[in-house]
């Protein structure tokens, strides 16, 4: 077992306990003070850059003799880190070790599972410029992007430590007379934990803590554009104190390792967060039961979006356009939450376009480290994917009002933020997930009209509308079929705790992530009645 911190951070572990769950402030880039700690902190990250990571499994450093990079997006010439490639062989002793693990932690008091991610919020939050950086030169965000997932990140921590806190105290609501009724929360077992890029910190950690602070153990297999921010919270979990085996780092391919560690019999869950495709393929491998399997194993899936903002025509233009431009975006668009769909009421739809262009061609783009609106998109296969949008979307009659092309003079996967207009519901562009830079601007005849068009996609995770009619507000309440709906704000930005997060229909299982129900879904509930 790694060392446990020191008594600062024990002293923090206590007090946090005892406080009202508190989101962590974002970082104000405003202040000379904070650039000077991040421009310390990116020459301080730049010069790890390259190293070599081994996966770890059991509390045994592993190598193999394929390797895989991670590099800059910014910069493709720049090797973020250099991992192994397991492969479907090294499933069994990943499992095994997580076994093993499993039988001790299962029983560890669920205060101390709680105290191990109090440390982790604590280290985190020391470390917040370095861990922005990390965040920078891996996936491309910009500070305040990178810094909102940081602090998402230890937000997780806080709030699923005293979330598990609260379900060890549960009980059920009637205890019959003559007899002693408890209910206990239990954990489920192994599971396999797969998570994204684009929030390669928050969604990453927050589904491994989320396991394992209920007593399960995991294989965590980060996304191979973002693994070295996976393995720097390995890192963290070790200097907090985490026992051997509980979670073990393996990074390899999807079609090999990651098939192999859903379809193994002991795996008894799987959390994903990524697209609607891999999704429903776990989903598919999970529900086959294998030989010796004696469980229905559970998916924790979240998955695409076609998120879409509605513009009412008695609405802020100036505010709605803020929204937009925010949702559309920001990261590049490479959110689940992303806006790519304005859908404007036709009353004030070309003065709305217009405002839109002007802002969206103020927007500066460039490598994450210099600080722009915008950074790059993840690798060149999403380059090329984004820019097929574009050109199918002008095919189909759409207009291009600004954007649409890579940008000239850098070597990084840059695009220029991209609006096309007189998009039809039905379109290549309004129906699928891009993830990137390109917005589709639709027109409706009225409200009730664009209530049609945002719920006509296989998908519903956010929206929002911008009106100031409480009708019109009541009624979107009521119809506009997301998991995550917002009044006359952006349609990104969830906060832990106050906007529990997870989607309807091909969105994925709903998980509301950062909610009261999330811990439910890693645990199973056991009734014990004792007669007196």
């Known amino acids: 077992m790694a060392t446990v911190q020191s008594t600062v951070a024990a002293t923090t572990v206590e007090s946090s306990a005892l406080t009202v769950f508190k989101n962590e402030p974002f970082v104000d880039f405003t202040r000379l003070d904070n650039v000077r700690a991040m ?176 007593g399960n153990t995991v294989v965590l297999k980060p996304s191979g554009d973002a693994m070295a921010i996976a393995a720097k919270f390995f890192e963290v979990l070790e200097q907090c104190g985490i026992p051997d085996g509980v979670v073990n780092f393996v990074t390899g391919s999807g079609s090999g390792f990651g098939n192999e560690l859903v379809k193994h019999p002991k795996t008894r869950f799987i959390a994903f967060t990524g697209s609607k495709e891999v999704g429903l393929h776990i989903h598919e491998l999970a529900a086959e039961a294998q030989p010796g399997q004696i469980w229905i194993k559970r998916t924790i899936l979240e998955m695409g979006g076609k998120d879409s903002i509605l513009v009412d025509s008695d609405s802020d233009l100036d505010e709605a356009v803020t929204g937009v431009i925010a949702s559309a975006f920001g990261f590049s668009g490479q959110k689940c939450s992303a806006c790519s769909r304005a859908i404007v009421d036709e009353r004030v739809y070309d003065k709305f376009v217009e405002r839109l262009k002007d802002r969206a061609e103020k927007l500066t783009v460039g490598p994450a480290e210099e600080n722009p609106n915008m950074g790059p998109v993840v690798n060149a296969t999403a380059m090329k994917t984004i820019l097929g949008y574009v050109d199918k979307a002008l095919e189909e009659g759409g207009r291009l009002i600004t954007g649409g092309k890579a940008v000239e003079g850098r070597d990084g996967y840059f695009i220029e933020p991209t609006i096309i207009s007189e998009v039809k ?108």
């Not at 910014?74 to 499933?91: C, D, L, R, Y």
């Not at 609260?166 to 205890?175: E, H």
């Open 39 to 214: 421009r310390e902190a990116l020459d301080k990250v730049r010069r790890q850059l390259g190293r070599e990571y081994e996966n770890v499994i059991g509390g045994h450093r592993v190598r193999s003799e394929a390797k895989v990079q991670s590099i800059n997006p910014s910069h493709p010439e720049q090797v973020v880190g250099i991992f192994q490639k397991a492969g479907a062989e090294t499933v069994p002793a990943a499992m095994e070790a997580a076994l093993k693990a499993f039988e001790s932690w299962k029983s560890t008091p669920v205060t101390e599972r709680a105290e191990l991610l109090f440390r982790v919020a604590h280290t985190l939050r020391e470390r917040k410029f370095e861990w922005c950086a990390w965040l920078v030169f891996e996936v491309g965000k910009n500070w305040a992007e990178a810094d909102a997932d940081v602090a998402e990140t230890i937000d997780f921590a806080e709030f699923y430590a005293r979330e598990a806190l609260r379900l060890d105290k549960a009980q059920p609501p009637i205890q019959l007379p003559g007899e002693q009724d408890d209910l206990r929360y239990i954990p489920l077992g192994v599971g396999a934990v797969i998570p994204p890029w684009n929030f390669p910190s928050a969604i990453m950690a927050g589904m491994t803590m989320a396991a394992i602070v209920c």
């Open 425 to 532: 519901p039905g379109d290549t562009l309004e129906q699928q997930e891009v993830f990137g830079p390109v917005l589709a601007v639709i027109r409706c005849k009225n409200f009730d009209d664009g209530l049609r068009i945002v719920n006509d996609t296989e998908f519903g995770l956010t929206g929002a509308v911008f009106t100031k009619s409480e009708e019109r507000i009541e009624q979107a309440r009521q119809e506009f079929h997301v998991g995550n709906l917002y009044i006359n704000r952006k349609c990104t930005g969830a906060m832990v705790g106050a906007h529990p997060f997870g989607g309807f229909n091909m969105s994925g299982t709903d998980s509301k992530a950062g909610g009261p129900d999330y811990l439910l879904l890693f645990t199973q509930a056991k009734s014990i009645a004792r007669k007196l």
